[in-house]
């Protein structure tokens, strides 16, 4: 998909923050809306500043204080929130018992966001960042009825709306001389051209990016109708239909409400197609490779159709030496190795590199398509433990 390296690394940005622990609530973290104007916020931080000053343990007072300094000249740089808002984080992360190491890191986030707020607590609050990672593709909404329908994109739990459409139909009209079955064969006409101007309005979900299906809602028979019809796209999955009782902006947050089984249905069931597939292609031979090495080559040769990374991936390679013998070498792991040379020296390291972040720059450089795979169900998990997270569909061998 289009938009995994946004994800991949918005994920590895809030993994970082989860390690950081401090000592008593001196870490900081402050979520700012688009539009919300930086003085305002810079005016609170002030105000928290002086009342910093009433914290009884004067470490913790000072790194509190010294937190909101870092974040004020932060926002001295900022004119305005991006588009999607900022999430903003500072505080001490030492390690060390009366060491200070005061850090500011943000994230702007892939969705808009939608809480606003000032934090100081043992750990860096994510929890709204969290919750954008539910849904990290698109997906098309729509509610209708035979009198008016509205066209909405949802991307993580925000809904934009695209289009509103009224229907003619419904409206009342003087038969005069005309029998009644012309009277409904124009009836019938009306109704089929308020569908075709639907699915019309639905062929801007074609070139969205990270598209997963449609999901159409409303009262009454008329959805069922114009599923009949199929007047859109071909390229559109309907991913199902749900009963709403209203057609506008309220109708698509009851639609949200009541899709969210269908979404992770989807999701489940087409990861699963994937990783089936992947395992076939590895047993036969085909048109499948796993490994740092035959990834990395099939990159290079231009060979890779997709390639699939497990979410949260933490895969580093480590060079190593042992400054005994003079031996050096790489390994692959999640943290630094901890083993004795052949020569009885401890080695160090002298480099690290992540891997994942690598493989997946130079995917997105040929601009290929990357899937990020759950560790959360089943298949997921056997990929991340079996395959080390990292896997690739070829073009040809």
Same mark, same amino acid.
């Given at each position: 998909?289009?938009?995994?390296?946004?994800?991949?690394?918005?994920?590895?940005?809030?993994?970082?923050?989860?390690?950081?622990?401090?000592?008593?609530?001196?870490?900081?973290?402050?979520?700012?809306?688009?539009?919300?104007?930086?003085?305002?916020?810079?005016?609170?931080?002030?105000?928290?500043?002086?009342?910093?000053?009433?914290?009884?343990?004067?470490?913790?007072?000072?790194?509190?204080?010294?937190?909101?300094?870092?974040?004020?000249?932060?926002?001295?740089?900022?004119?305005?929130?991006?588009?999607?808002?900022?999430?903003?984080?500072?505080?001490?992360?030492?390690?060390?018992?009366?060491?200070?190491?005061?850090?500011?890191?943000?994230?702007?986030?892939?969705?808009?966001?939608?809480?606003?707020?000032?934090?100081?607590?043992?750990?860096?609050?994510?929890?709204?960042?969290?919750?954008?990672?539910?849904?990290?593709?698109?997906?098309?909404?729509?509610?209708?009825?035979?009198?008016?329908?509205?066209?909405?994109?949802?991307?993580?739990?925000?809904?934009?709306?695209?289009? %509103? @459409?009224?229907?003619?139909?419904?409206?009342? #009209?003087? $038969? *005069? &001389?005309?029998?009644?079955?012309?009277?409904?064969? =124009?009836?019938?006409?009306?109704?089929?051209?308020?569908?075709?101007?639907?699915?019309?309005?639905?062929?801007?979900?074609?070139?969205?990016?990270?598209?997963?299906?449609?999901?159409?809602?409303?009262?009454?028979?008329?959805?069922?109708?114009?599923?009949?019809?199929?007047?859109?796209?071909?390229?559109?999955?309907?991913?199902?239909?749900?009963?709403?009782?209203?057609?506008?902006?309220?109708?698509?947050?009851?639609?949200?409400?009541?899709?969210?089984?269908?979404?992770?249905?989807?999701?489940?069931?087409?990861?699963? %197609? @994937?990783?089936?597939?992947?395992?076939?292609? #590895?047993? $036969? *031979? &085909?048109?499948?490779?796993?490994?740092?090495?035959? =990834?990395?080559?099939?990159?290079?040769?231009?060979?890779?159709?997709?390639?699939?990374?497990?979410?949260?991936?933490?895969?580093?390679?480590?060079?190593?030496?042992?400054?005994?013998?003079?031996?050096?070498?790489?390994?692959?792991?999640?943290?630094?190795?901890?083993?004795?040379?052949?020569?009885?020296?401890?080695?160090?390291?002298?480099?690290?590199?992540?891997?994942?972040?690598?493989?997946?720059?130079?995917?997105?450089?040929?601009?290929?398509?990357?899937?990020?795979?759950?560790?959360?169900?089943?298949?997921?998990?056997?990929?991340?433990?079996?395959?080390?997270?990292?896997?690739?569909?070829?073009?040809?061998?």
């Amino acid at each position: 998909m289009a938009d995994s390296k946004e994800v991949y690394d918005f994920k590895k940005q809030i993994a970082e923050l989860e390690k950081y622990r401090g000592r008593g609530t001196e870490l900081i973290s402050v979520y700012v809306t688009p539009g919300y104007p930086i003085s305002d916020i810079a005016g609170k931080l002030r105000e928290e500043y002086g009342q910093a000053s009433n914290i009884k343990s004067k470490s913790t007072q000072k790194n509190v204080q010294a937190a909101i300094e870092k974040i004020l000249a932060f926002l001295k740089t900022v004119s305005k929130p991006p588009e999607n808002g900022v999430a903003i984080f500072a505080g001490n992360v030492s390690e060390v018992e009366g060491r200070s190491d005061v850090r500011l890191l943000y994230i702007i986030p892939p969705s808009p966001l939608h809480v606003q707020f000032y934090r100081c607590e043992s750990t860096f609050v994510t929890e709204p960042l969290k919750e954008m990672l539910e849904q990290t593709g698109s997906y098309g909404l729509v509610v209708m009825d035979g009198k008016e329908s509205t066209i909405a994109l949802l991307k993580g739990k925000d809904i934009k709306v695209l289009r %509103k @459409l009224t229907s003619t139909a419904h409206q009342k #009209v003087h $038969k *005069g &001389g005309q029998s009644a079955a012309r009277y409904q064969r =124009i009836h019938e006409e009306v109704v089929e051209v308020y569908y075709k101007r639907i699915g019309e309005a639905m062929d801007s979900f074609v070139d969205v990016k990270g598209f997963k299906g449609v999901i159409v809602g409303g009262p009454g028979p008329a959805k069922e109708d114009f599923l009949r019809l199929k007047p859109f796209n071909y390229q559109l999955q309907v991913l199902g239909t749900v009963d709403t009782g209203y057609t506008d902006e309220y109708g698509l947050r009851e639609l949200l409400e009541k899709s969210g089984d269908l979404i992770a249905e989807q999701e489940v069931v087409r990861e699963k %197609k @994937l990783l089936d597939r992947f395992m076939r292609e #590895v047993v $036969k *031979g &085909g048109l499948a490779v796993y490994g740092l090495d035959d =990834i990395r080559a099939a990159i290079a040769a231009k060979k890779v159709e997709t390639l699939l990374v497990s979410e949260g991936l933490a895969l580093r390679e480590f060079r190593m030496k042992c400054h005994a013998c003079g031996k050096t070498f790489t390994r692959i792991a999640d943290k630094p190795p901890e083993e004795e040379c052949s020569c009885g020296g401890k080695p160090v390291v002298e480099s690290e590199s992540d891997i994942a972040g690598e493989i997946v720059s130079a995917a997105e450089a040929q601009a290929l398509p990357i899937e990020m795979v759950s560790q959360n169900t089943a298949e997921g998990s056997q990929f991340h433990a079996t395959f080390k997270g990292l896997g690739a569909f070829l073009r040809y061998k």
